[in-house]
């Protein structure tokens, strides 16, 4: 896929995922803005994008300000010229139960991910209709956030929403020429590595220097980092030109499209329905078939 010419912003690129997007990126010929809060970690993501063929330059900033966003869509222009693709890819965790989840862990979650992911996607959507000449914006979202996870309250909601925005802005912006699609990956990080069920087989991998083993990379679509980039490289290239307000899966072997939620069951009731007229026909009528919530379970097949 050939990308050069592109100038591309990714944040949260010190390293993971982001550092992986950086590098495909640089990789197919893009000039990259590379962003992390750390500044060595910036510092050697313009190395790792620079050796892997690509133009880059770092901005040390911790997304989530308008500050921020506007200083990543500034070195973008002031550096390389202009700017075609914007990855919203900065995230923290601050996993609790919900009893015990504090307002900063809340509040930190939802500013690095929703906040970070609205200031930026605004910032570059100002530039690139000032451009008139399209764009493409890449959104994070998680399985979290498509189904709900345990003692992730606030990545959960943060994640729903950045999906909820990309439909949201796939509409604003279609007329401009600027698709926005949000990317839902799994890959072993330091953020997944720390799930009991994976660990075992991702440190086994990395010793070896093995892929995972199949039920990961199919089952559960999980592989490694380098597995997901990909998904953005396509979209951010004029090849995904008609792909927008998706979310779209990718890890390990597996590639899904997610379904946009619509109503599964309805019913009509001359007049309206009262509680008890709800309490009378739910479980044989609308609420026959109820909707599953959280991530399933990881199942590693027996002796795994
Ligand atoms: N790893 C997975 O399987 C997985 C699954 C679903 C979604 N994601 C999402 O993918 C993205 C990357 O995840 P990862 O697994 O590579 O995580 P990671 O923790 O390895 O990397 C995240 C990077 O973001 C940086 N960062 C944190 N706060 C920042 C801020 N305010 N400004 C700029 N940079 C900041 C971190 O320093 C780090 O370098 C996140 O949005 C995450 O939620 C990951």
Redesign the pocket.
Known sequence: MELSGKVAVV??S?????LAYARALGAAGASVVV????EQ?VADAVSAVQAAGGKAVGVT????STEAAEALIAAAVEHFGRLDVLVT????LRDKVLWKMSDDDFDDVVR??LR?TFTCARAAAVRMREQGEGGRIVL????AGQRGNFGQTNYAAA?AGIVAMARTWAMELARADITVNAV????A????RTIPAFAPAIEEAERTGEPLPRWMRRGEGLGT?DDVTGLVTYLASDASAGVTGQAIGLGGDRLALWAHPKEKAHAFQDGGWSADDIAASWAAGVGAEPETFGIPAPRPPAGA
């Not at 962003?35 to 750390?38: E, G, H, K, R, T």
Request: zero cysteines; charged letters at 15%.
């Open positions: 944040t949260g010190g390293r993971g995922l982001g962003n992390d809060v750390d970690a900033a911790a997304v989530g890819n900065a995230g923290i690095v991910h970070g994070v979202g998680s399985p994640k839902i990956p799994v890959a990080t330091e953020m997944t980092v």
